[in-house]
């Protein structure tokens, strides 16, 4: 861009995706795989360099850049559903199909979880194929602030704890819920600022102590 | 090794061999494995330059994740110094440049055929197996859409009705390898040609455990600390091999050992099979019944001398 232009559309459809695509991705899915082999674990994303359109953020477009391609439709919420330019940086980097029913989506993307649809709304996969499920990457979290709760399962040495929020009341229970269903179930990914978390559908919510 | 590194010298290809499009699709894999512990997840398994039997799904795997920052090491047969974990270890010092070791604490992955290590793994290390056949009941039946969906209904009744034929057949379970698991409480799930000596050590795991089968197009892992448990009966409880010698050079006991040869007038000796744990304990000072031997001396010489490359 030799000429000074406004945050237009055009400029920001063509916000960069990772400076080093290979060596950046790795790193990234290290993160993503670690957090979702130790469940209630915060991973380190580097997520430098990237300068997504709003409201997508740095993290959840590393994430992004990582796992989607055009194999893997996409559900967005809202807030993202209703930005162009979001919609753009996803189909020009990713190729991803955008779909409009959750139950469609091999990734959901949420930017507003505190409005966040149930989660029996994702696709759950089937007996036999457990893994076609939806996994869900909530934004905009913040880690240690909000009431823990605890986990067990594989993954976990005895019991961890995740303190993330915000999310809708209910959301807990439907995670309950959802590892019910094991090995059916949809998988979330938790995104802060430069930090992950992850629950796969294995870990259980122990009730918490009054 | 020569026919591959001849196609490497030939052209262009992207960091560990394989582009971007397919780690992706991996990956994606790898990440629902770990979600669902002991499922085989369905990908489409690239042709790598290397036969089928050399691990090409471990290979894909260990491709998919691993970083320029990474120390890889590789083993067969518990050896790092065979054909195959040669090759292997020299594929990816080629495509991806990272640093390879023979030491178990010092891998940071390790990819492997047979064995798992003697050394207790860490956290931060991460363990890729090379399946052959990932389906544990397609000895029982070969059609996929059945075995996909007794593992769907948990149904694994063939599966035990087989090991109980053992038992009238030999008066104990005959399986030695590949010996059948059932993770978390619900998968049957087969750890590869792994000697059911090693199967204690996947149970509670603290390394993350990757299986990548490429023939077979299955990707399935076991999450850090998970329950793994060796299928067996009340009356006939899951036993491991006992060897009723120590190693001959080390000393080491309750350890997986191997039987070599010394000369052609019948000598022999048992050796540890991780080479890389037998050769630690003799430099910490242990020494094993074999360990004056001349022909034993020289065998133990021969492998250390092999490993300084
Ligand atoms: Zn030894």
Redesign the interface.
């Known amino acids: 861009m030799d000429t000074a232009i406004d945050a237009s559309e055009h400029t920001t459809a063509l916000a960069a995706g990772f400076q080093d695509p290979v060596h950046d991705a790795q790193e990234c899915f290290r993160a993503i795989m670690n957090a979702m082999a130790r469940p209630g674990t915060e991973q380190l994303i580097r997520e430098d360099g990237l300068v997504p359109p709003a409201p997508l953020t740095p993290t959840v477009a590393a994430i992004v850049l990582t796992l989607l391609d055009y194999d893997t439709p996409v559900w967005l919420d809202r807030p993202l559903m209703t930005s162009d330019a979001v919609k753009s940086f996803l189909r020009f980097h990713t190729g991803a199909p955008i779909v409009k029913e959750p139950v469609e989506a091999a990734f959901a993307i949420v930017t507003d979880p505190a409005h966040l649809v149930p989660l029996a709304s994702f696709n759950q996969g089937s007996a036999e194929y457990p893994d076609r499920s939806t996994t869900v990457v909530l934004s905009s979290q913040e880690f240690g602030k909000h009431a823990p709760v605890t986990l067990e399962g594989p993954g976990i040495k005895d019991r961890a704890a995740l303190s993330t929020g915000p999310l809708p009341p209910v959301f807990w229970d439907q995670v309950s819920a959802n590892s019910r269903l094991f090995p059916r179930g949809v998988d979330l990914i938790f995104s802060g600022k430069g930090r992950i978390s992850a629950l796969p559908r294995s870990t259980r919510i122990l009730p918490s102590e009054v | 090794m020569n026919d591959t590194a001849q196609i490497f010298d030939q052209g262009e290809y992207?960091?560990a061999y394989l582009d971007?499009?397919t780690?992706?699709?991996i990956?994606?894999?790898?990440?629902?494995?770990?979600?669902?512990?002991g499922?085989q997840?369905?990908f489409a398994s690239r042709e790598m330059p290397m036969p089928y039997g050399w691990g090409t799904g471990g290979v894909q795997v260990t491709a998919?994740?691993?970083?320029?920052d990474d120390c890889l090491k590789m083993i067969d047969q518990g050896s790092d110094d065979t054909t195959n974990a040669v090759s292997i270890r020299g594929f990816f010092e080629k495509t991806a440049g990272v640093r390879t070791t023979y030491e178990t604490s010092e891998a940071t992955v390790i990819q492997t055929r047979h064995r798992i290590p003697e050394k207790g793994l860490r956290?931060d290390q991460v363990l890729v197996f090379q399946v052959p056949i990932p389906e544990p009941l397609r000895f029982l039946e070969p059609r996929e859409t059945e075995t996909?969906?007794m593992?769907?209904?948990e149904d694994y009744g063939l599966m035990h009705v087989k090991l109980y034929e053992d038992i009238a057949k030999n008066g104990h379970i005959a399986t030695t390898y590949a010996y059948p698991v059932k993770v978390?409480d619900?998968?049957v799930m087969d750890p590869s040609p792994t000697p059911k000596f090693d199967n204690p050590k996947i149970d509670q795991m603290?390394a993350?455990q990757l299986y990548g089968a490429g023939r077979e197009k299955r990707i399935y892992?076991?999450?850090?600390?998970?329950?793994v448990k060796s299928l067996d009966f009340d009356d006939y409880p899951f036993e491991v091999q006992k060897f009723d010698k120590p190693c001959g050079l080390c000393g080491a006991e309750n350890v997986y050992l191997d039987e070599v040869i010394l000369d052609d007038q019948g000598g022999r000796m048992y050796v540890c099979s991780d080479s890389d744990h037998c050769e630690e304990r003799r430099a910490n000072g242990h020494l094993g019944p074999m360990a004056a031997d001349p022909a034993a001396t020289h065998f133990a010489g021969g492998a250390s001398e092999e490993t300084v490359q």
Not at chain 2, 27 to 37: C, N, S, T, V
Not at chain 2, 64 to 68: A, D, Q, R, T, Y
Request: proline share 11%.
């Open positions: 992207n960091f971007e499009q780690k992706r699709m990956r994606r894999a790898i990440l629902k494995g770990i979600a669902i512990p499922y997840v369905p998919s994740i691993l970083g320029k956290e996909r969906k593992h769907a209904l978390n619900r998968y603290p993350l892992a076991i999450p850090p600390y998970t329950k």
